[in-house]
């Protein structure tokens, strides 16, 4: 289906649709048709699907072993599309359907002109060893781990290709591991959904396909920042690794990879339309944990390692991998605070612990039953 689909169609955008029919009600026209129009938009509304296959045209993408990783990926995408196309009540559009080059940010207008329910980016991994192998998933967050940047740095370097990139992408440079910190705030809202669909595809990597499980991560991908709904980046294998790029690069490889995606992609529809739980998802092969709440102990520390007007889940992903965090409301401000603590020795560590992370601007906090007090009459409670 072609990327331009639906685009002026009032089904495309709910919110026109919906204006549309409270003007018919206060002019006083037709009052049972609202009625009709909107059990009608219920039925028909698709579950809509943004394909990006990575790369294309003048950017080839990763060349290990010879391999187009720009052909792969297109393949791929094609061939999910075809699958989910089948299914009813499902709609998928295409960033790309043939060899061209499309902007990081353009393939993110795509998908949000259209209120997409989900973007999935599908590309080819690369890496210096020739002996690694396995799919990965990511979503959008700080990279942990020098790997996760090398992996976001290569796929975000595109932008190099394309003109004006100063100016779109806010002087954002993909060189830079801290440049990724801007990347975050805008995709905080669905950053549990696309947890969720980004596990429900590793998992179908895993026991469908039995590949390596290099688990659900997060780094600094420039085109997942932009889009305004649950978004995925997936790294089907490595190029590099001669047994891996060989089966990518088969039609039997990219069919597999298509099924084992395109299955994981509707199981995901399920678990949103059936209310998946937060707990049940997986982050880098750790259970993700609920957020801590502030302890009634008599006195007790926390370490405060931000304050912000966003309101970002409580996990460790959103704090450079720290655990615990729990969130605190002051006004209008949001601030989080790592471990617990009921000694102020036990406190001091947990301070070295998060400025060693790069918070070194964290302070210590006390609080006596459940309410804050000055960290001095803390002190002075102590002694």
């Not at 190029?239 to 995901?268: P, R, V």
Request: glycine share 6%; with cysteine.
């Amino acid at each position: 289906m072609h990327q331009d689909f639906l685009s002026n169609s009032p089904f495309c955008k709910p919110v026109k649709l919906r204006r549309f029919i409270f003007v018919l009600v206060c002019c006083g026209a037709f009052v049972l048709i609202p009625t009709m129009f909107t059990s009608v938009f219920a039925q028909q509304k698709p579950f809509l699907v943004v394909l990006d296959a990575g790369h294309g045209g003048h950017d080839s993408g990763n060349r290990g072993n010879g391999y187009f990783e720009k052909k792969i990926a297109l393949n791929i995408a094609l061939k999910i599309g075809a699958q989910l196309e089948q299914k009813s009540g499902v709609k998928v559009i295409y960033t790309r359907d043939k060899d061209v080059f499309v902007d990081l940010i353009e393939r993110a207008n795509i998908a949000n002109k259209v209120d997409a329910d989900l973007f999935v980016s599908i590309h080819c991994d690369a890496f210096s060893s020739s002996q690694a192998f396995g799919a990965g998933t990511f979503v959008l967050g700080l990279h942990e781990n020098e790997r996760n940047f090398k992996v976001a740095q290569k796929e975000n370097s595109v932008i190099f290709l394309e003109e004006n990139y100063e100016q779109k992408y806010d002087g954002f440079d993909p060189n830079d591991p801290e440049s990724v910190i801007s990347l975050i705030l805008m995709q905080e809202t669905y950053l549990d959904q696309s947890i969720a669909a980004a596990n429900t595809i590793q998992q179908s990597f895993v026991n469908n396909l039995k590949r390596k499980d290099r688990t659900v991560k997060q780094a600094g991908f420039i085109v997942l920042k932009y889009t305004y709904m649950p978004s995925v980046l997936v790294e089907t294998g490595f190029l590099t690794n001669s047994s891996e790029g060989a089966f990518l690069n088969s039609s039997k490889g990219q069919n597999q990879m298509a099924n084992a995606i395109s299955s994981a992609i509707l199981n995901y529809r399920d678990l949103l339309q059936a209310g998946v739980q937060k707990e049940t998802l997986t982050l880098e092969n750790k259970p993700v944990q609920k957020e801590v709440i502030i302890s009634n102990s008599d006195l007790i520390f926390k370490v405060q390692i931000a304050a912000s007007g966003n309101r970002l889940a409580a996990e460790g992903y959103n704090f450079k991998g720290l655990t615990p965090i729990s969130r605190e409301k002051s006004g209008k401000m949001y601030r989080y605070f790592y471990q617990t603590a009921f000694t102020y020795e036990e406190a001091q560590q947990h301070l070295k612990m998060a400025q060693s992370k790069g918070y070194t601007n964290a302070f210590v906090v006390a609080y006596k039953s459940g309410k804050k007090i000055a960290l001095s009459e803390a002190l002075r409670l102590l002694k």
